[in-house]
């Protein structure tokens, strides 16, 4: 078998994810990568064959979207020649993580996908939304990379083909202990405007990961990082709690392992807002946004909040076992239909002699 598997590459969770799932994936024949996106700070670490600059979310110093440079990278011819030169008709399976010129690319070709992970969650009216929708946002989680069938992760199952989270090896492997301090990872926000609410909270010590760092430092109680999933995981496990933003990679990761959660949604990512719902529905502290007295409540959530966990129904071996279940279905639906096409009815009379 032949498999196509697009990658987003805006932020690092569908990188992560991807990394963890190839290897299974490679059980079932030959894998091709295409990454799209330029706003991921992980090094990938797999094998592309196909990239691209893609549909990327960039984000500005205090919490927002950047919606300047965001506009300013679009090109829609760009995309749509990309499209048409995606070979997806060579591919037995295609397998798109919310990858917009891949979705166009199969709709030119009449190509059946499977998107398979996070947003595909959101095509089910159960998945827990803000209480003020919103409709553009709405849209785009519906229609950005749109699909023939969807298996969707989240932190619960709220539907039928929605499964729990894939949490690396790493992580499940790891003996998780305290020693006492908070790993932050808030790519939304600058070091400037964050550091002067953790230097205001002297008797925790905060493990600062960022990309503005190139060189590990340390200011008073803040220890600085630059960004590695390794380092990053490493002080996830030995921490006490976790401060994030609202996606869903790291927050998983972070209730998996038993950690205190504090969360920071992207103000005008809608995909996140959802993600702080179902956080704050589950007891997740949820901040809005940081600002005046952001210390008192980190101060306040570091001494009364308590865990939330999280388990897995499924391995990871079992969700790609399911997903191939679904890729089986789809390619015999593709072969029955095919039979009936306009350009078949020769091999039709041919069968029927």
Same mark, same amino acid.
């Given at each position: ?12 969770? $569908? ?16 894998? *091709? ?38 506009? @300013?990278? %679009? ?16 591919? *037995? ?15 030119? @070709? ?7 992970? +996070? ?14 929708? *919103? ?6 989680? @519906? ?10 992760? $989240? ?25 006492? +301090? ?5 790519? $939304? ?16 010590? %905060? ?24 380092? %990053? ?68 959530? %570091?001494? +009364? ?8 129904? +499924? ?39």
């Amino acid at each position: 078998m032949k498999i196509l598997y697009a990658v987003q590459a805006t932020g690092n969770g $569908h990188i992560s994810r991807a990394i963890q799932i190839l290897p299974y994936l490679k059980q079932y024949g030959e894998v *091709d990568i295409f990454l799209s996106g330029e706003n991921a700070n992980l090094n990938v670490g797999m094998p592309v064959k196909y990239s691209s600059k893609g549909l990327s979310l960039f984000y500005g110093n205090s919490g927002k979207l950047d919606y300047y440079t965001m506009f @300013k990278k %679009f090109s829609l011819k760009r995309i749509w020649n990309e499209a048409k030169q995606l070979p997806v008709e060579k591919y *037995d399976l295609v397998l798109n993580d919310f990858e917009s010129i891949t979705s166009l690319a199969c709709k030119f @070709k009449n190509v059946p996908s499977i998107q398979f992970g +996070h947003q595909a969650s959101f095509q089910s009216a159960l998945t827990p939304r803000p209480k003020k929708k *919103d409709l553009l946002g709405e849209f785009i989680l @519906k229609n950005y990379a749109p699909s023939t069938k969807y298996l969707g992760l $989240h932190f619960e199952s709220y539907d039928a083909n929605i499964y729990n989270p894939i949490i690396k090896s790493e992580i499940i492997e790891a003996n998780a202990v305290n020693e006492g +301090h908070v790993t932050v990872y808030l790519s $939304h926000y600058s070091n400037a405007v964050l550091e002067q609410y953790l230097l205001a909270v002297p008797e925790i010590k %905060f493990e600062v990961f960022s990309k503005e760092i190139k060189t590990a430092c340390v200011k008073n109680n803040i220890y600085y990082y630059p960004i590695s999933n390794t380092l %990053f995981t490493q002080s996830m496990i030995r921490s006490a709690g976790v401060i994030t933003g609202a996606g869903f990679e790291t927050p998983a990761e972070a209730m998996y392992l038993g950690k205190k959660l504090m969360c920071l949604p992207i103000r005008g990512q809608y995909e996140q807002l959802c993600n702080a719902a179902a956080l704050s529905n589950m007891g997740v502290s949820v901040v809005d946004k940081i600002e005046q007295g952001f210390n008192e409540k980190i101060k306040m959530w %570091f001494s +009364h909040s308590n865990s939330i966990g999280l388990t897995l129904q +499924h391995s990871t071996y079992q969700l790609i076992q399911l997903l191939m279940e679904e890729a089986k279905a789809l390619q015999a639906n593709k072969e029955k239909t095919s039979v009936f096409e306009p350009n078949n009815f020769a091999l039709m009379n041919e069968l029927s002699l």
